[in-house]
């Protein structure tokens, strides 16, 4: 006998697991040997897509071979259905129905559906039977087009927990009901969102942090979209180069990886609050946003990124910048990024702070003072609404220093962890011994008035003292 | 263990034609039926595997050293596995895929089969015969009731003479 036709069985149906439905049951032609290989191979894949015949004869080629399988005890490992339905046609649902149970009653480990309706455009959309989210415990991935998904498609509990990948397209969904499904599948690692209508804010948190950058829940979505607020922590979106995102309002991005590339080539029209908050891959990339009616920009994180912005209209905006100094850092690149950061958001009332990680290195930014002098005369100082300082005291006057030489704020606030009062005489002196001469002091020479107020540890108010 | 010595603790593999292999155990545990020798205690001396030649196990060897070198990234090892297959021919695939079913290695059973049913892709069932040298042994009256009982099958194939 040839190679291939002397391996085990057990391999030849793990060869044939690879192959389309269609190729896999061909091989029954090839010899007597083969003939019954492919009936019990682990999986089963059906695509209404590629099917040349009538409806009937897809329906009942799908019933024959799930018959076969439960009539000899056996188990579908994986299923996979390509289908199409109509309300009118009660058959195919009935028949869907009584397959998902049966799919359901084997155990099936994983099950793919993609479903479409042959409804029209425009006219309303045909609900998504109940059976999917209701029976089927072992979806991991649906693909919906062209149906209405609401309360009636999940009237009882939604079942289908171990789902990983949803792909609406054409869809109605409200809000709450995708809310719903989010929340009850917490297994979702990718979702797509192509024109659906109703659905108008998407907020994905993933409570589990991913470890590795595989198991990053991926979102995608695609214009046209409707969407106005996407809101996601801990994974991965997709944006696609030159989208439009023409009723976006609100973008929260909190520790979410994304083509940064692709976002700068997208427009957002409508866009009023962006927040960036501590997405590590933004340190490689340049951003452009483009979003003229920009009202508030948030960023939180480790480095300085570089954003720009496009020309804005008129009007008052707000910027809450916060940035964390690494004892790693070098001081004049850092500042120098600062300047630049800060010089996109000119147009932006900027309250600005500044963390410093404690070190026991002793203060990190004095040892770099000297170099900071360099900053001098490349860019001037930008005007912020305040500098917030978060430091040791000992890193205090320094880091006070480094900021001044890139940015004037109006109020300056600090935060001493377990600050005490003779702290607070240790910075009075800092921000009044401006007659020192030393170079050092330089930028707080520029100071123009010193007040300090304190609030008590039992927060009975402000104390102004003098 | 490896890790716990710091010096690496390396395995002695006998093919059934009496080759011997030093392999790193820490590449050599990708294959579940050595893993469990060595979590019985059997690894001390050499390893014997009965349904494995010498041609074979040194190409198994090579790709667990390569596969375990890589580390926690999917794309890169897939890339690895379709660069490390991509000039074996039949036999050898055939050899492998035994060899990885035998030695239990499911990611190396799961590319050499996929890549072997990627030949089949698509493909006339008078190409997949002549490419494997399949017999066929169906009168041509039994052929065409099988043909006919699957003829939904049958569109869409490449075409070919004896289709």
Redesign the interface.
Known sequence: MDRISELPKEILQQILYFLSQEDAVRTSVLSKSWHNIWCTRPNLDFSEATFNGSKQEFLSLVDKNLQRYCDERMCVKEFGLCISLDESDRESVLRLENWIRALTDMGTKKFCLSIRSESEHGSEFFHLPSVVFEVAESLQDLHVEKFTLDQKSFERTILSKHLKELHLENVYINNKDFQRIISCCPLVETASIKSCKGLQNIKFSFYKTPYTEDERCSIEINPPSYIQTIYITNGDLKFHKGADFRNLEYLYLRRVTTSWDHLSWCKFPSLKLLVIDNCDRLKESRIFIDAPRIICFDYRGDFIPSISFATTTPGRRYSNTRVTYMPSDDATTWFFKLNELLESLSRFITSLSIYQYSTNDGDVIQENINLLQGINGCNKPVAVESLWLDCHLFSFSSLLNGALSVCRPRIIDAFFFQGKMDHIERVWKILTERESGDEERLWLQDLEEVSIEVEDKNGEGWHPIT | MAAETGTPTTLTLKSNDDELFSVAESAAILSVTIRNMVEDGCAGGVIPLDNVDGKTLASVITYMNGISAIP???EKKKSYRDKFLSDKD??TL?DM??AA?YLNMSCL??AV??K???V????S?GW??RK???????TPE??AA??EE?K??????ETDDDN
């Open positions: 926690a990234d999917e039949f036999e055939a895929v035994l079913n059973m799961d089969s996929a072997i049913a990627q089949m892709e698509k493909k069932v997949v015969r494997f040298g399949i017999e066929n042994d169906y039994e052929e099988v043909k699957h939904w099958t049958f569109e869409g194939v």
